[in-house]
């Protein structure tokens, strides 16, 4: 929502661009002029040549051009090098509007001659077709200015970036996220164009500033973020301050229109530049893009504060709300988007005056520059680490393919020999390498340098986040009672389905009994197998991986690598697309070329609802440590929107394992389940069906939900027709062996208690550090101490004295999950429980699931935030959640917790039911 406060730097999200079909460049509204200018000294020019009048001139020209109209000749649509006009009234062609080149068009022999009747006289041919071409050129143009987009007016003035979140979940840390921005309305081109009056300029060669299209990332540079930011704001406060006086005379409906959509159109170009700047520095760091963004993000900040904390929007706003007919008028959607900006609004510090304002707008500044810090940190200490192994007999045990990516990385890092069959090879902290060597290296020496790196990344010398955890901890305190919350924890779970901090104590305590007694037995199980199989001594930290593999190994008779040749990423992706076909009947074609990227592996594709263009997303698959940031998350690049005319645009960025040499991308079942959550996410973005901007997707969807489309995909990779679907080997073709399928789903809850009772600590710690720790108590406890206190009960292999873990939790001190980590736990029961439907339907009943997966994406995907998720979910299941469908230690935790305590739906929770606590309490002990 564009009211929401900034609490971290704006993270690559929605641009509010255009996805073109063709080149495209820029253009101001004036251009018109120049046009119409050419066809009267065509029309002038004509006259005098066959000395007629000009009435006498126009009817032979008329009778020159084709019957049915000049824009619907074939040869006129090849003007701008695509389908660019199809039908005579000047509708455009998909997205995209390419420019009118004239050069080219006066000079066409290919239009000449297709225009020109057969039998027309010679010496009239030539002229006439001139002055044909040109006005068939006007006519063109001039539906196509009428027919322009937002997006396309606004070209050259900024968004207003709203704010900006990261979601994430993790398989190691670090492994899932979904940047997303708030910012949309719904409104007419015409309304657009009012709002966008300070931004009518000339072209601009600054690729920020050319928001035709998606971004330009193969032109842009550092070097443009300052002017384009710059000139941006400078136009955003413009049309604010228009923005704020009409707002004040603006009543029933047009209060709506003046604040909601006019807030989205204003700000829609600041937010492009913005997000992309964001976007990249995830995924193509560097050292002048950081200061570019340092610079900038002050006045980024302090800008969408001002616009945040206006008392005249905040005022129309309420009165719409308190306005019974003007309220009644507004679709379920756009009511929510009201309250929801009101709540907002209120998180900003609209209702702070004076010194106690001045003060909180520090803290939001303060509290951006600290998240951007942490994220370089982490960044800069995971490649800053690289371990260089020359003798092959230190690296016993490690497969095959992480050999050869450790010999690929010494290859990038100077050693332009490395082979890996001869090395030298570089082990390093991102998880492609970092994961392979702790399960399969046999040097316990090794594993352990390796797992010390790991757990103290950014916590020493000029990276270390220690004391950017304590100064986020105090900011977000202070905010938080500014604004009347006891603790962050409560601001935080005010927009949020679980109502208290103690729901959420609960949950994790729920599922700490739950799992806590079966982790023990799990790690008790791998000490005995290790010390069967000749180790000595207690299992530590290091080697808790190693052995689990090798039980694993002997347990299923099948080993990791085993599946990886069967699981290339081109043939993971087909059926992908295909499953996607399957059940939501749409169909994703590869668009390589029609949009830039930053890197040569990025690829981009498109989603097609029968024959129509209705969305697309760039697929970033790969690690690249250098510049790279680790985990995976899906990012909002461009949002549906009514009033901007966009089709919503994703991206899927993973650190998945890379081609080597000649060899494709072999990933882990891990990665295919990884590969899957983000597209889960992607979807629910793209497949939309919510016009209202600040409303479609994932916009406005309550945080405990939102992980309920990505974690319902990871269910399909196991089901045998999507699993044979792309699991073929990469050199032969063949398909997996039927004893491998087996077993792949024999090992799913392979010590599930230790997965579980992991994720448990860390929203526990999450919630201990938001609510009951002092971060004030220069005396107290550090929150290393009180992670060390929590684990005692929340872990079975107890962290070394040293892990400072937190230094590297990015998902609750760079992104959007502080006190909101629980989430991954809370959406669990309701993907479960999905996927269930899908099996009480029959998996092998092709048209059941077709039916079902139709009704999926009839709710769950397209109603975005225009419903609370628990009226969402009872359109897709008929009824609430139910735990039964989940894993039982997972189930018993979860229902009471939905259940609510009798809250109604819509609400803050999800509805009542369910059976009594006793019993739930009573099935989560046994």
């Known amino acids: 929502i564009f009211f929401r406060p900034l609490e971290r730097p704006m993270p690559a999200t929605m641009y509010n661009t255009m996805q073109p079909e063709a080149p495209v460049v820029q253009h101001s509204t004036p251009t018109w002029i120049p046009i119409l200018a050419l066809c009267g000294i065509g029309a002038v020019v004509g006259s005098v040549v066959f000395k007629v009048s000009p009435a006498t001139y126009a009817s032979e020209l008329r009778a020159a051009l084709p019957h049915s109209s000049a824009v619907r000749s074939p040869a006129l649509r090849t003007l701008g090098g695509t389908r660019w006009i199809k039908s005579p009234v000047g509708s455009v062609g998909e997205q995209g509007y390419p420019a009118l080149p004239l050069n080219q068009a006066l000079s066409s022999t290919r239009m000449v001659g297709s225009v020109a009747p057969a039998a027309q006289p010679a010496s009239l041919q030539l002229p006439t077709l001139v002055a044909a071409s040109m006005i068939g050129m006007a006519v063109a143009a001039f539906a196509w200015l009428r027919r322009r987009p937002a997006a396309a007016y606004n070209a050259g003035m900024g968004p207003s970036p709203v704010a900006m979140v990261a979601v994430s979940g993790e398989r190691h840390v670090e492994d899932r996220d979904i940047k997303h921005s708030g910012l949309s309305t719904h409104h007419s081109a015409r309304r657009t164009r009012r709002y966008s009056t300070a931004t009518a300029e000339a072209p601009s060669s600054n690729p920020l500033l050319i928001q035709t299209g998606l971004p330009k990332f193969g032109a842009i540079e550092a070097d443009n973020v300052e002017p384009a930011v710059k000139q941006l704001l400078e136009s955003l406060q413009a049309d604010f301050d228009k923005l704020e006086a009409r707002a004040e005379t603006a009543s029933g409906q047009d209060a709506y229109k003046e604040t909601v959509e006019g807030m989205e159109v204003i700000g829609a170009p600041l937010e492009y530049a913005w997000g992309v700047v964001s976007h990249l520095l995830g995924v193509k760091n560097s050292e002048e893009l950081r200061n570019a963004h340092q610079a900038m993000q002050p006045q980024v900040i302090t800008t969408m504060q001002k616009l945040g904390q206006s008392v005249p929007v905040y005022r129309v706003m309420q009165a719409l709300k308190e306005d019974a007919a003007a309220w009644g008028a507004l679709e379920e959607a756009q009511q929510r988007i009201v309250e929801s900006s009101l709540r907002s609004m209120k998180h900003a510090g609209v209702g702070l005056e004076g010194e106690e304002l001045e003060a909180f707008n520090k803290i939001a500044l303060e509290l951006a520059e600290l998240s951007t810090k942490f994220s370089n940190n982490v960044l800069d200490s995971t490649k800053a680490f690289a371990m260089t192994i020359t003798d092959k007999a230190d690296l016993e045990g490690l497969p095959d393919t992480a050999l050869g990516l450790a010999a690929q990385t010494a290859k990038a890092k100077g050693h332009e020999s490395a082979t890996a069959e001869a090395g030298p090879w570089v082990l390093t902290l991102d998880i492609p390498s970092y994961l392979p060597a702790m399960q399969h290296l046999k ?484």
């Open 443 to 926: 040097n316990r020496d090794l594993r352990e340098q390796l797992y010390r790196a790991y757990v103290t990344r950014a916590s020493a010398g000029d990276t270390d986040n220690s004391p950017i955890i304590t100064r986020t901890l105090q900011l977000k305190k202070q905010r938080a009672q500014m604004l009347g919350y006891k603790t962050h924890a409560e601001y935080s779970l005010a927009s949020k389905m679980a109502g208290s901090v103690e729901e959420v104590d609960e949950l994790s305590e729920l599922l700490r009994t739950a799992s806590f007694e079966a982790a023990k037995k799990e790690l008790a199980a791998v000490q005995a197998y290790a010390q069967k199989n000749g180790f000595e001594g207690d299992l530590a930290l290091w080697d808790v991986t190693y052995w689990a593999e090798r039980q694993k190994e002997e347990l299923y008779a099948f080993t990791q690598e085993e599946l990886r040749p069967y699981f290339s990423l081109p043939a993971v992706l087909d059926g992908l697309f295909g499953l996607c076909e399957r059940i939501f009947d749409v169909k994703i074609v590869p668009a390589d070329g029609e949009a830039e990227v930053w890197h040569p592996d990025v690829r981009y594709f498109k989603i097609y609802d029968g024959d129509e263009h209705i969305a697309g997303f760039y697929l970033d698959p790969y690690s690249r440590p250098e510049n790279k940031r680790g985990g995976a998350w899906m990012g909002v690049c461009q949002g549906k929107s009514q009033v901007l005319d966009r089709k919503p645009v994703a991206y899927l960025t993973c650190n998945g394992s890379p081609p080597v040499g000649d060899v494709p991308s072999l990933m882990t079942f891990s990665e295919v389940e990884t590969l899957f959550h983000e597209t889960g996410h992607g979807l629910q973005h793209m497949l939309t069906r919510v016009p209202y901007g600040e409303a479609a997707g994932i916009s406005n969807v309550e945080w405990d939900a939102v992980e309920l489309p990505s974690q319902f995909m990871e269910n399909w990779c196991y089901d045998r027709p999507t699993l044979y679907g792309f699991a073929k080997h990469y050199s032969t073709g063949e398909p997996l062996p039927e004893d491998l399928f087996e077993k792949l789903k024999a090992q799913k809850n392979y010590n599930a208690g230790m997965q579980m009772i992991r994720q448990t600590l860390f929203q526990a710690i999450d919630i201990e550090l938001h609510h009951r720790y002092d971060p004030d108590d220069a005396a107290g406890p550090s929150p290393f101490d009180v992670y060390q206190k929590l684990a005692v009960n929340y872990s079975v292999t107890p962290p070394l004295p040293e892990d400072r873990f937190l230094c590297s939790f990015g998902h609750i001190f760079a992104g959007g999950y502080s006190a909101g980590y629980y989430s991954y736990k809370w959406a669990e029961v309701m993907s479960a429980d999905a996927f269930a439907a899908f099996e009480e339907a029959g998996l092998d009943d092709e048209e059941a699931v077709r039916a079902v997966g139709r009704r999926f994406r009839d709710t769950v995907l397209a109603l975005g935030g225009g419903k609370h998720p628990a009226e969402v979910y009872r359109e897709f299941r008929g009824r609430d959640p139910s735990p039964e469908a989940a894993p039982a230690a997972l189930g018993a935790g979860v229902e009471a917790v939905l259940r609510g305590k009798g809250r109604e739906a819509g609400a803050r929770g999800a509805a009542a039911g369910g059976r009594p606590l006793a019993v739930v309490e009573a099935a989560a002990a046994g």
